[in-house]
């Protein structure tokens, strides 16, 4: 019995443990969730009012709407008597302020900020996409939503009054893929659809190649590599392909799942692009496809972005799959958290006009979170790293750069909320002090030896100069080693 007892008192202690440990964590804290009542689908984060705030609209499958503000508070919510698949926003009336465009079953709706229902477009099927871009190059934006159903499915493209501009048909996989692009250049819009393979038509709805691939998930066009092309980037079931804007492969990439989100950034601001990629793990590319690394996720990755989260300038890799993940370039990661079902969007913004980012993430679990870096955490990290690059590089004699990162150090140290032990503070500024005093010393040691010393410049200018030119220097050593050896082996003759 005393056994059993033990045994439940260490079980219900780890438990508690598990408890505090999955609750703190000092790179990013949640800062607050909005419940729903199913799944959210889709979210897209906007200042649609103009207040310098963003606001977050969500889909879901409890048949609404979800506008929410920038602290997680409800602002409405509208009933669209039917599951809410997509969610985008965009001016299309350009008055200046974004208007939320929602897709559900069959209707593609438009609200404004005060969810004033402006005008509605029915479709055939389940509007499960929605995007906008300036189709017809009248500066004004345009609407492309795709609905669909079992192998039937239909591109819409309209403008504010509803006019259709671009129309088709086709049967085969959803096209998930979706994107409106001048690829060649002319002055004209293609419209690059994803679904069994890849199409690009014209703006008469003509196909001007066609790309056999397998079901495409995602779909981008980006210049990856820089070169002044635009490539199209898909991902498939197993396989990412990058193909240029006449057709052709230019590299693909293989995985052991489907590629089911894809994005492109300059992570570190270096002029040059990376890939991310989320299928059965997380995977980063270069821009001509070599492997960087992979991460395993532990789970096939629904939707990956990028971001500064830590005010670095330097962009952290964030997935969504049954968990959450923050990595940085290197592969470490920074955050991992778990929700009660897999994510199934991720975005980052800086809701609250700040000037530092926060991660949104919405998922099955009928929530959508938002997580913030903590600025305490954020300084203890960057000050931990400043010293003890400072501290090796002082023990391997190196002080100039040693003071370079200690200073770096002890600038933190001037900051609110660093949360840093003052011993180690105190212990920096003991260092830096020391490394300053050898520099000083070995400083005043050198002026002293150049004031009474003649250097060896002056030397060779007063003495050898002239009887050094057409001599090399080197050959005088020589000679001089020469001189001193032979000296050296008469003596020990005599």
């Known amino acids: 019995m005393t056994t059993i007892r033990n045994l439940i008192g260490v079980l219900s202690l780890l438990y508690v443990i598990n408890i505090v440990s999955a609750q703190i964590n000092p790179y990013m804290t949640l800062e607050w969730r909005y419940l729903a009542r199913e799944a959210i689908n889709d979210i897209h984060i906007s200042d649609l009012n103009g207040d310098g705030k963003r606001e977050i609209i969500a889909a879901s499958y409890d048949n609404h709407i979800h506008l929410i503000s920038h602290n997680g508070s409800k602002i409405w919510k509208y009933n669209a008597k039917c599951a ?11 008055d200046g302020g974004d208007e939320i465009l929602a897709g559900s079953c069959r209707p593609v709706h438009i609200f404004d900020y005060n969810m004033n229902l402006k005008s509605k477009f029915v479709t055939k099927d389940d509007v499960k996409k929605i995007i906008t871009a300036d189709f017809d190059l009248d500066d004004k934006l345009d609407i492309i939503a795709v609905s669909g159903s079992m192998r039937d499915h239909t591109i819409y493209i309209f403008n504010d009054n509803f006019d259709i501009l671009w129309q088709k048909s086709f049967r085969g996989d959803f096209p ?3 994107a409106i692009s001048d690829l060649d250049g002319d002055g004209k819009k293609e419209v690059i659809v994803g679904s069994s393979y890849l199409m690009v038509y014209d703006n008469e709805r003509r196909l001007r190649w066609k790309f056999d691939t397998n079901t495409i998930y995602d779909l981008i066009v980006d210049d990856i590599d820089m070169d002044g092309g635009k490539e199209i980037i898909v991902g498939t079931h197993p396989t990412l392909y990058v193909i240029t804007n006449d057709g052709n492969l230019k ?10 989100s894809v994005h492109i950034s300059d992570l570190e601001g270096d002029g040059e692009k990376e890939i991310i990629v989320g299928s059965d793990k997380l995977y980063l590319l270069d821009s001509k496809g070599n492997l960087i690394w992979d991460f395993d996720t532990n789970s096939s990755v629904n939707k990956v972005t990028s971001g500064d989260l830590d005010w670095d300038s330097i962009e952290e890799i964030v997935s969504g799959s049954k968990k959450i993940h923050v990595i940085d370039k290197s592969k470490e990661v920074e955050f991992e958290y778990s929700p009660y079902r897999e994510v199934s969007d991720i975005e980052i913004s800086d809701l609250d006009d700040d000037g530092k980012n926060e991660l949104i993430s919405a998922g099955k679990d009928f929530t959508v979170y938002c997580f ?4 305490i955490y954020i300084n203890q990290k960057r000050f931990y790293e400043f010293y003890e690059r400072g501290k090796n590089l002082f ?3 190196d002080y100039e750069n040693a003071r370079i990162e200690l200073e770096k150090a002890v600038n933190i140290t001037k900051l609110p909320n660093t949360g840093i032990s003052p011993d180690d503070i105190n212990d920096c500024h003991s260092m830096l002090n020391k490394i300053n005093s050898i520099i000083s010393t070995s400083t005043s040691t050198l002026q002293t030896t150049l ?3 003649p250097t060896t410049s002056s030397l060779l200018t007063t003495t050898t100069l002239e009887e050094t030119r057409g001599f090399p220097v080197i050959y005088g050593v020589i000679f001089g080693v020469m001189i001193i050896i032979v000296a050296a082996i008469l003596m020990k003759k005599r």
């Open 176 to 178: 998930w893929g979706i």
């Open 251 to 260: 590299w693909k990439f293989n995985t052991f799942g489907t590629i089911k």
């Open 372 to 375: 913030k870096a903590r600025e």
């Open 395 to 397: 023990d391997k004699g």
């Open 451 to 453: 004031s009474t010393t």
């Open 84 to 94: 809410v698949f997509s969610v985008y926003a965009g001016d299309i009336d350009n």
